[in-house]
Structures are given as C-alpha cells and as structure tokens.
C-alpha cells in the first residue's frame, strides 16, 4: 500500500525525474555535475561558478533589470538580444537617425552611443544563510511575527556582511522561504550601445513569430560596460574605460548537433511550478483569457493606425511589442495547460500528497492545506478580477497613467519646500518629454473609448471605481475627457510645469484625467488591494508549507527552487520535438527559411537587399555549418523564462552556442508546469550573429576582439 503513490506518481510526472526541468542555483551545481557530465558536459561545475577562481559566472549579468547580457571579450563587449536593447535603441532613433529601421554600428569607441538609466549587475559571490535567516523561527508562529523575525535576521545578516565588502549584499527566499541566500553584486551604470542590426533581421518575423517555431530572427545587439580606470563602477564619463572581466565567453564555430548537451547560464525572472491546482486554473482559465481579450483589442487599434503612418509605426513599435507579447504568451499557456490537463495533473499529484498527508501522525501541518487554498482562491477570484480591470483597462489608457505621474506634485501644499517641487518639477520635465516623443491622442482616445466600453460590460458596478458608475455615453465621455485635460497638450502640461509654485498644485489636482486616475486608485487602494495582500499573504504561508511538504514527501527527488530574477544554470540537450501527432519540428531553421518567408509588402518579412546578395552568392565565410547552409535559430529542451532573454546556450565545452530569445508556443506553460517532450527554448545561433556583425554590418573589429573557437 505504501508503495502504490509512488508508483502512480512516475507515470503521472515523469517530467520531475528527467533533466530539462529545474531552474539550478549556481552555488549548489556540485549536484548535478554528475548528471550534466552524463549528458556530455565536458567541465566541471567550478568551471560555471567559483569563487576562488574565475569561472564563466564572471561573464554573466543581469541587463537593464529585466534582461541578461554576457561578456564576449576582454573589452568589456556585452552581447544580448535585440528585444533586450530595443528600448534604447528606440531612445537614440529619430526619423532622421532610424536605428531601429537601418541598424546601428559604432565603427570605433567614440561612436559608441551612452545609454542613461541602462545598468548591468554581476553576481559577485552567493551564500546560504538559510540557518540564520530562520534562526528563532518555529512553524507555530503567527505570520506576521514569523514574518518581523526573518526581516530582523536579514537586515542583522546584511549589515554583518556589508561591513566585510563593498558590493550591494542582499537577501532572498527560494523555495517560496524554505531557504535564503545571500547575495553579493556590483552594478556598473556606464554601458554604451555598440550596435544592432536592423529591425529587418533583428526582429525578422516581428509579433507574427514572436513565440513560434520555425524561427528565423537575428535576435541580437551588442553593448559594452565601462568602468573607471580601476575597473570599478562609475556613471558615464568620457574618461571611463572599456571594463575588463574576470572571465569573458569563448565562442565556438562547430554549431550543436541534435542530441548535444547544452546550457543556459542566465537570469530567469519568475515561475510558478508548485501551485496548487486551483490557482493553476485560476491564471489558466480566468484571468489570462481576459488579458488576452483587452489586449488583443489595444492592438488592434494600434495597428491600424501604424499601418498608416511610419511616424507612429516607430512610436508605437515598443509599446506595441510589450502589450502584444504578453497577449501572445498567455493564449498559448491557458492552449498549453488545456491540452496538457495541467489542472488534472495537479489534481491527480493532490490527491497523492493528501494520501501520504494521512499516512503519518506527524504530517498534521499539511492536513487541510489544499482546502484553505481552494477557499481562499475563490476569494481572492472577484478582487483578482478587479485589479485586472485597473491595470489592463483602466491604467492602459496613457492619458490616465501619464496625468499619474504628477499625482505626487498635484498633493503639494505650501507646506511643502520649494526645493522638493522643483526637484519633482525637473524628473516630470523629463518624463513629460518622452511621453509625447511617443504620443498619439488618436489611438489613445480609441483605446479609451473600447477599454472602458469593456470595463462596463465586464465589472459589477460595485467592482468599479466610482467615476465609471457616472458615465452615461463612453464615446462622448472621452471626447470630453481627451478636449478638456491638458495631459494631451505637451505645451500646456511644460507651460504649468514652467516655474511651478505650491498654488498651481489645484490646477493638477482639478484636471479630469487625473481625476480619473484617483478615482482608478483610490478604488483600488481603498477595496482591492487590501483583500489581495491579506489573501495572498496566506498563501504564501500555505505555499511554502506546500514546498516543504512536497520535499519531505519526495525526500528523493532533486527540486528546483522557483526563479526570482537570480543567476541560475538550466540544461538539457539541442533538440526539435512533436508538437501535435503527425508532425515533427527540426531543431534548427537556415537563411534558407527567410527567403522562405519574405513579403516585401508584410513589415515582419521585408528581407534586407544586402542579406539577400550575401544568401544568393552563399557569402558565408566560416561562420556557415558543416552542411554548407547558414544557421539561423534553434532549439533544446532547456528550462528558461522571461529574462532569459539575451542568455547564453553554452555547449559541453562551455563555449557560446547562441543567445537564447524565446520559447515555443506548444511550451510557454513552463512557467507553470514543464513538460520535457514539448516545452522547447529558442536560440539565435552566435555563427548567424557573427555573419550579420563582419558579412553583413562589415564591423569586422568587433569579431576581433572576441575569441573564436574554430
Ligand atoms: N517572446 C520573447 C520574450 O518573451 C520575445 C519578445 C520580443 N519579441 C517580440 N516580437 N515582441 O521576451
Ligand atoms: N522572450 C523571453 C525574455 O525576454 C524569454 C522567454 O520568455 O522564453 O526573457
């Protein structure tokens, strides 16, 4: 009897018994060394992470705080995606100077573009302080006492280790706190752009592939980080100097052949692989349906008009590609969980944890667990609902969001010193400035007119924030709106702004798109937010409770903490897979394949003339594969997630293979639950970026720097 859960459990989640899942602490990688060595890795752990000695950890950073980025030479050269530096390449384009639509090549160091509010962190050194951090700790405690002793413990652990070093020392929870880490980092704040291809190759396929396979997208920019003449940290200064890492890439020219190991070395922001079933259907079923309905209507109204303007095509290119690639990722997790029966894989996996819940006196702590989850999801399910409404359809509505950001300076009295309001004064100044770079009143007003149209449709009156429960035409409502507010009007919002004084505060106050906007919060802060954090600080005690009942059941199994935007190895092997029965995808696609799709009057196929020359006279040096064709893209079955993006796939050798950019639809549920056979990573493949940056670009001096592994 005993025996028979565990039994039912290997067929139910063979996934949890293979390589592929499992997001790996880099500190703790002595224990899978075996297994990863079993699959043909060729180094050693202390080869990823050490620190005693450099290791390639020392090349590996967390990009503009949502990216990764690693370092290709001794130079400082940072590679990552495209996507990745498109907001600051957006920043330096103009119609004039159209980065985004030509590429950009710095073709010596002066011409390097400086990057403002761009910063790159490395991970310096990790330690467990789980014992510390849990010192005092026992399980009977009330949450918020347990909750006042681990903060005390960590800021006593911190203050400690900030007197030993002048790196950034912080603490976070993995395994939803069941274990703490520490953290030691350096964050370096000059980092200038390189260069980029053209929109063309670096975002070829656009929001039409993003998230497909076959892939065909040269998805890369290249950046270097600068330090002062010691190598530490300075903000930008023409005196600073290329920074030299510890540790920097080796890139290899061999490419993967299906069945490789292979690794990605990065920073995963977030997933979510031990929910109970309930939230897992919750997110899957309800919530993201509704996002994805919203959104998917903002873009339509998005593209309609940058169909029919190149100006507000470069305008709206950034936020459309935000809003339109968590539109296409969430579609394809609730398609994902649905015909993977995500929900009753969990259930079954339930029903199994229950059994063994009862099977032993001492296991009471777990007993009724999964019932308090259930209640308390269907509570939380209407104020979930509510705050979805504010973000996506309320908040969405830029006019609404920018009036926002002068809340703060609208709440000013004469009280308040001059000093403070001229300092706000100045950050809104510029605010202001990149808000109407970006402005178009014509789509924002369509935009409100459908979202709050959804907004009353969708919400019980008494789940609306007070200014909706007034409107009697949405139409003219926002005509109104949009006519009256000065938010719309850059020169009337830099004429308030213009040596603003305590008594212009009413003005800002008094204005109907920020009204609007307190109505939005004040709903939310006064009726939602307080029933979501009280529920959800619950299930955050329920959750890690779940954790550590899952690991005591499965004493056996090697878990992976859930990622928290921290350095973590992932790995597996390069290979395509089945998406549907009868079909069966290769794992990597060619220049080939562009020609393939190209459509001179689609935007997302318009191929550059001068990769066609290069395609058509086979111009591919040494960076072509053995087969003689040019490799584009890849996949493999490793393990990845949002900030991801721009990591490096390494092979056996720890060599750069490629920058990983993406996942495949069939797959993007990884967050929630991984399926090894379907859940696939997509890479562009370093040869296809090498051939762009010397063939294409001609910067042939930036291959120089780096070191090639023929
Ligand atoms: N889906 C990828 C990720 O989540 C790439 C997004 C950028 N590409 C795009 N076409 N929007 O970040
Ligand atoms: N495209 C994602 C990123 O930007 C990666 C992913 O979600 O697979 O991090």
Not at 88 to 94: A, C, D, E, K, V
Not at 341 to 363: M, T
Not at 369 to 375: A, G, I, T
Not at 412 to 426: E, F, G, L, N, R
Request: hydrophobic content about 40%; proline content about 4%; some cysteine.
């Amino acid at each position: 009897m005993k025996k028979l859960p565990f039994l039912t459990l290997l067929v139910l989640f063979p996934a949890f018994l293979f390589a592929g899942e499992g997001m790996w602490i880099p500190m703790l990688l002595q224990y899978n060394e075996k297994e990863m060595q079993e699959m043909g890795m060729r180094i050693t752990a202390d080869d990823i992470y050490s620190i005693n000695h450099s290791s390639l950890k020392d090349a590996i950073v967390l990009f503009g705080g949502g990216c990764t980025g690693e370092i290709v030479s001794d130079q400082g050269l940072l590679l990552t995606n495209h996507h990745c530096g498109y907001g600051y390449i957006q920043r330096h384009s103009s119609v004039e100077h159209d980065y985004l639509t030509n590429g950009f090549w710095a073709m010596n160091r002066d011409e390097e573009l400086p990057c403002p509010g761009l910063s790159v962190i490395f991970l310096r050194e990790m330690r467990d302080v789980t014992a510390q951090v849990l010192d005092g700790i026992d399980i009977e405690m009330a949450e918020a006492d347990r909750q006042a002793k681990v903060d005390a413990n960590i800021k006593k652990i911190v203050a400690a280790v900030e007197k030993e070093t002048a790196y950034k020392v912080s603490v976070k929870p993995f395994f939803l706190g069941n274990e703490y880490y520490l953290l030691l980092e350096e964050t370096y704040t000059d980092v200038r752009l390189v260069g980029c291809p053209p929109s063309n190759i670096g975002k070829f396929g656009g929001d039409t592939d993003n998230w497909v396979w076959p892939r065909h997208t040269g998805d890369f920019s290249i950046f270097r980080v600068y330090a002062d003449k010691d190598g530490h940290p300075a903000d930008y200064s023409h005196d600073n100097v290329p920074y030299k890492p510890a540790k920097h890439l080796d890139i290899s020219l061999k490419g993967a052949d299906e069945g490789d190991f292979a690794f990605v070395f990065g920073y995963p922001a977030r997933t979510s692989e031990y929910l109970p079933a309930v939230a897992v259907d919750q997110e899957a079923n309800v919530i993201d349906p509704i996002v994805v309905d919203l959104r998917g209507k903002v873009l339509d109204i998005y593209n309609k008009y940058q169909e029919q303007d190149p100006k507000v095509r470069i305008q709206y290119a950034s936020k459309h590609a935000g809003i339109g690639n968590g539109w296409k990722k969430w579609m394809g997790v609730t398609e994902g969980i649905n015909h993977f029966h995500g929900v009753e894989k969990k259930h079954a996996f339930e029903g199994e944890f229950q059994q063994w819940v009862v099977g032993a006196r001492n296991r009471y702590m777990y007993l009724d667990l999964l019932n308090q989850f259930k209640k308390n999801y269907k509570e939380l399910e209407p104020y979930q609902l509510a705050y979805t409404y504010v973000a996506e359809a309320g908040l969405r509505i830029e006019l609404v969001s920018f009036a926002g950001r002068f809340a703060k300076l609208s709440e000013v009295t004469k009280d308040t010193p001059q000093d403070d309001i001229d300092k706000s004064v100045a950050s809104l100044k510029t605010a202001a400035e990149s808000f109407f770079k970006d402005y178009y009143q014509p789509i924002d007003r369509d935009v409100a007119k459908m979202l709050l149209a959804e907004y009353l449709k969708a919400q019980p009156a008494d789940f609306r924030p007070a200014f909706l429960n007034d409107i009697k035409d949405v139409d003219d409502y926002v005509d109104k709106l949009f006519d009256k507010s000065m938010f719309t009007d850059e020169a009337k919002v830099n004429a308030l702004l213009d040596g603003f004084k305590a008594k212009d505060a009413k003005k800002l106050a008094n204005d109907p798109a920020m009204k609007v906007y307190q109505s939005l919060i004040g709903f939310f802060r006064n009726e939602v937010h307080g029933h979501i954090a009280a529920i959800g600080s619950d299930n955050a005690r329920l959750q890690r409770l779940y954790m550590k009942g899952q690991m005591e059941m499965q004493p056996d199994k090697r878990f992976s903490p859930d990622a928290n935007f921290t350095l973590r190895v992932t790995y597996g092997k390069v290979e395509g897979f089945k998406p549907k029965d009868g079909m069966k995808y290769k794992h990597f696609t060619t220049l080939e394949g562009i020609m393939q799709k190209e459509n001179p009057d689609i935007y997302d196929y318009v191929v550059e003339p001068r990769l066609k020359e290069l395609y058509i006279n086979k111009d591919y040096g040494r960076y072509a594969d053995k087969d003689g064709t040019m490799h584009v893209a890849f996949t493999a079955s490793v393990h990845t997630t949002g900030g991801n993006s721009g990591s490096p796939i390494l092979n056996a050798d720890g060599q750069l293979l490629g920058l990983n950019f993406d996942r495949c639809w069939e797959g993007t549920m990884s967050d929630l639950i991984y399926d090894p056979d379907i859940c696939r990573n997509i890479s562009v493949d370093i040869r296809y970026v090498l051939f762009i940056i010397d063939k294409f670009a001609g910067a042939g001096h930036l291959i120089d720097e780096m070191t090639i592994v023929e």
